[in-house]
């Protein structure tokens, strides 16, 4: 559980930094760092919300625009993932999300080679003047008790159904029904979640 101070400060942080206003954690909820929130800049209300027991450890990155919101589920735990939101990322209860993943509903940069050479000569550091291309977001949703393996890349428009698993190092470009294992690049199903995979 992260005590926060009436400052925002995370007990015992080593960065220097506070968590936004617009974050709200639930009592229960734990934050190993707010360097999580360094790449917030939403300007919603709330941006980031996480429920009971939520969790989000080093390395764990909430990289989100400024119309984008991120909600994580009651018990979800993040282990080190990286989370690109300019719109609407959704992170059911019980998820379990394993290190260096990355849920993105953008791409960030644009197709066009010129675009892209124009943002380039704005750095670095990017300055607020680049005129940022906006290449658009879709929803991305993981549901409840959902299991994404290390290194893997869940790409704008995705829903995970509930209790579904993603194979480690997977790209899933497409929906993944319920109870299902997904895995490869781009991923395929693989199997579905039996009988036998649960507990009496
Ligand atoms: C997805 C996973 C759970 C499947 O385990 P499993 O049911 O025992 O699957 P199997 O090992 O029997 O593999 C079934 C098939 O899927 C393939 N497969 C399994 N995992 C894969 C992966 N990550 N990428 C590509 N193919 C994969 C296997 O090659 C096999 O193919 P085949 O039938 O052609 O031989 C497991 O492979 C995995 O990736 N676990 C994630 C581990 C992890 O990230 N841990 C972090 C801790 S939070």
Redesign the pocket.
């Known amino acids: 559980m992260t005590t926060l101070s009436t400052a925002r400060v995370v007990p015992g942080d080593w960065f220097p930094g506070t968590i936004p206003d617009n974050a709200r954690l639930d009592e229960g909820a734990y934050v190993e760092t707010s360097y999580s929130f360094s790449l917030c800049r939403s300007r919603l209300q709330p941006a980031v919300t996480m429920g009971e027991g939520a969790s989000a450890y080093l390395g764990t990155m909430f990289d989100v625009g400024e119309t984008g919101r991120v909600r994580v589920g009651r018990f979800a735990l993040l282990?080190g993932a990286r989370i690109i939101c300019d719109g609407r990322v959704d992170i059911g209860d019980h998820a379990?999300i394993?290190?260096n993943v990355v849920i993105m509903d953008t791409y960030r940069v644009p197709v066009d080679p010129g675009l892209r050479r124009r943002q380039l000569r704005f750095g670095p550091p990017p300055t607020a003047e680049r005129g940022d291309h906006d290449v658009g977001s879709r929803p991305v949703t993981l549901e409840a008790n959902v299991?994404?393996?290390?290194d893997?890349c869940i790409l704008p428009g995705v829903t995970i159904g509930e209790g579904s698993?993603?194979?480690?190092?997977?790209v899933v470009v497409g929906d993944v029904p319920p109870l299902c294992?997904a895995?490869?690049n781009p991923a395929k199903l693989?199997?579905s979640v039996r009988e036998q995979d649960r507990s009496p």
């Open positions: 282990n379990l394993s290190w299991w994404v393996g290390f893997s698993i993603v194979g480690a190092r997977s294992i895995a490869g693989i199997r």
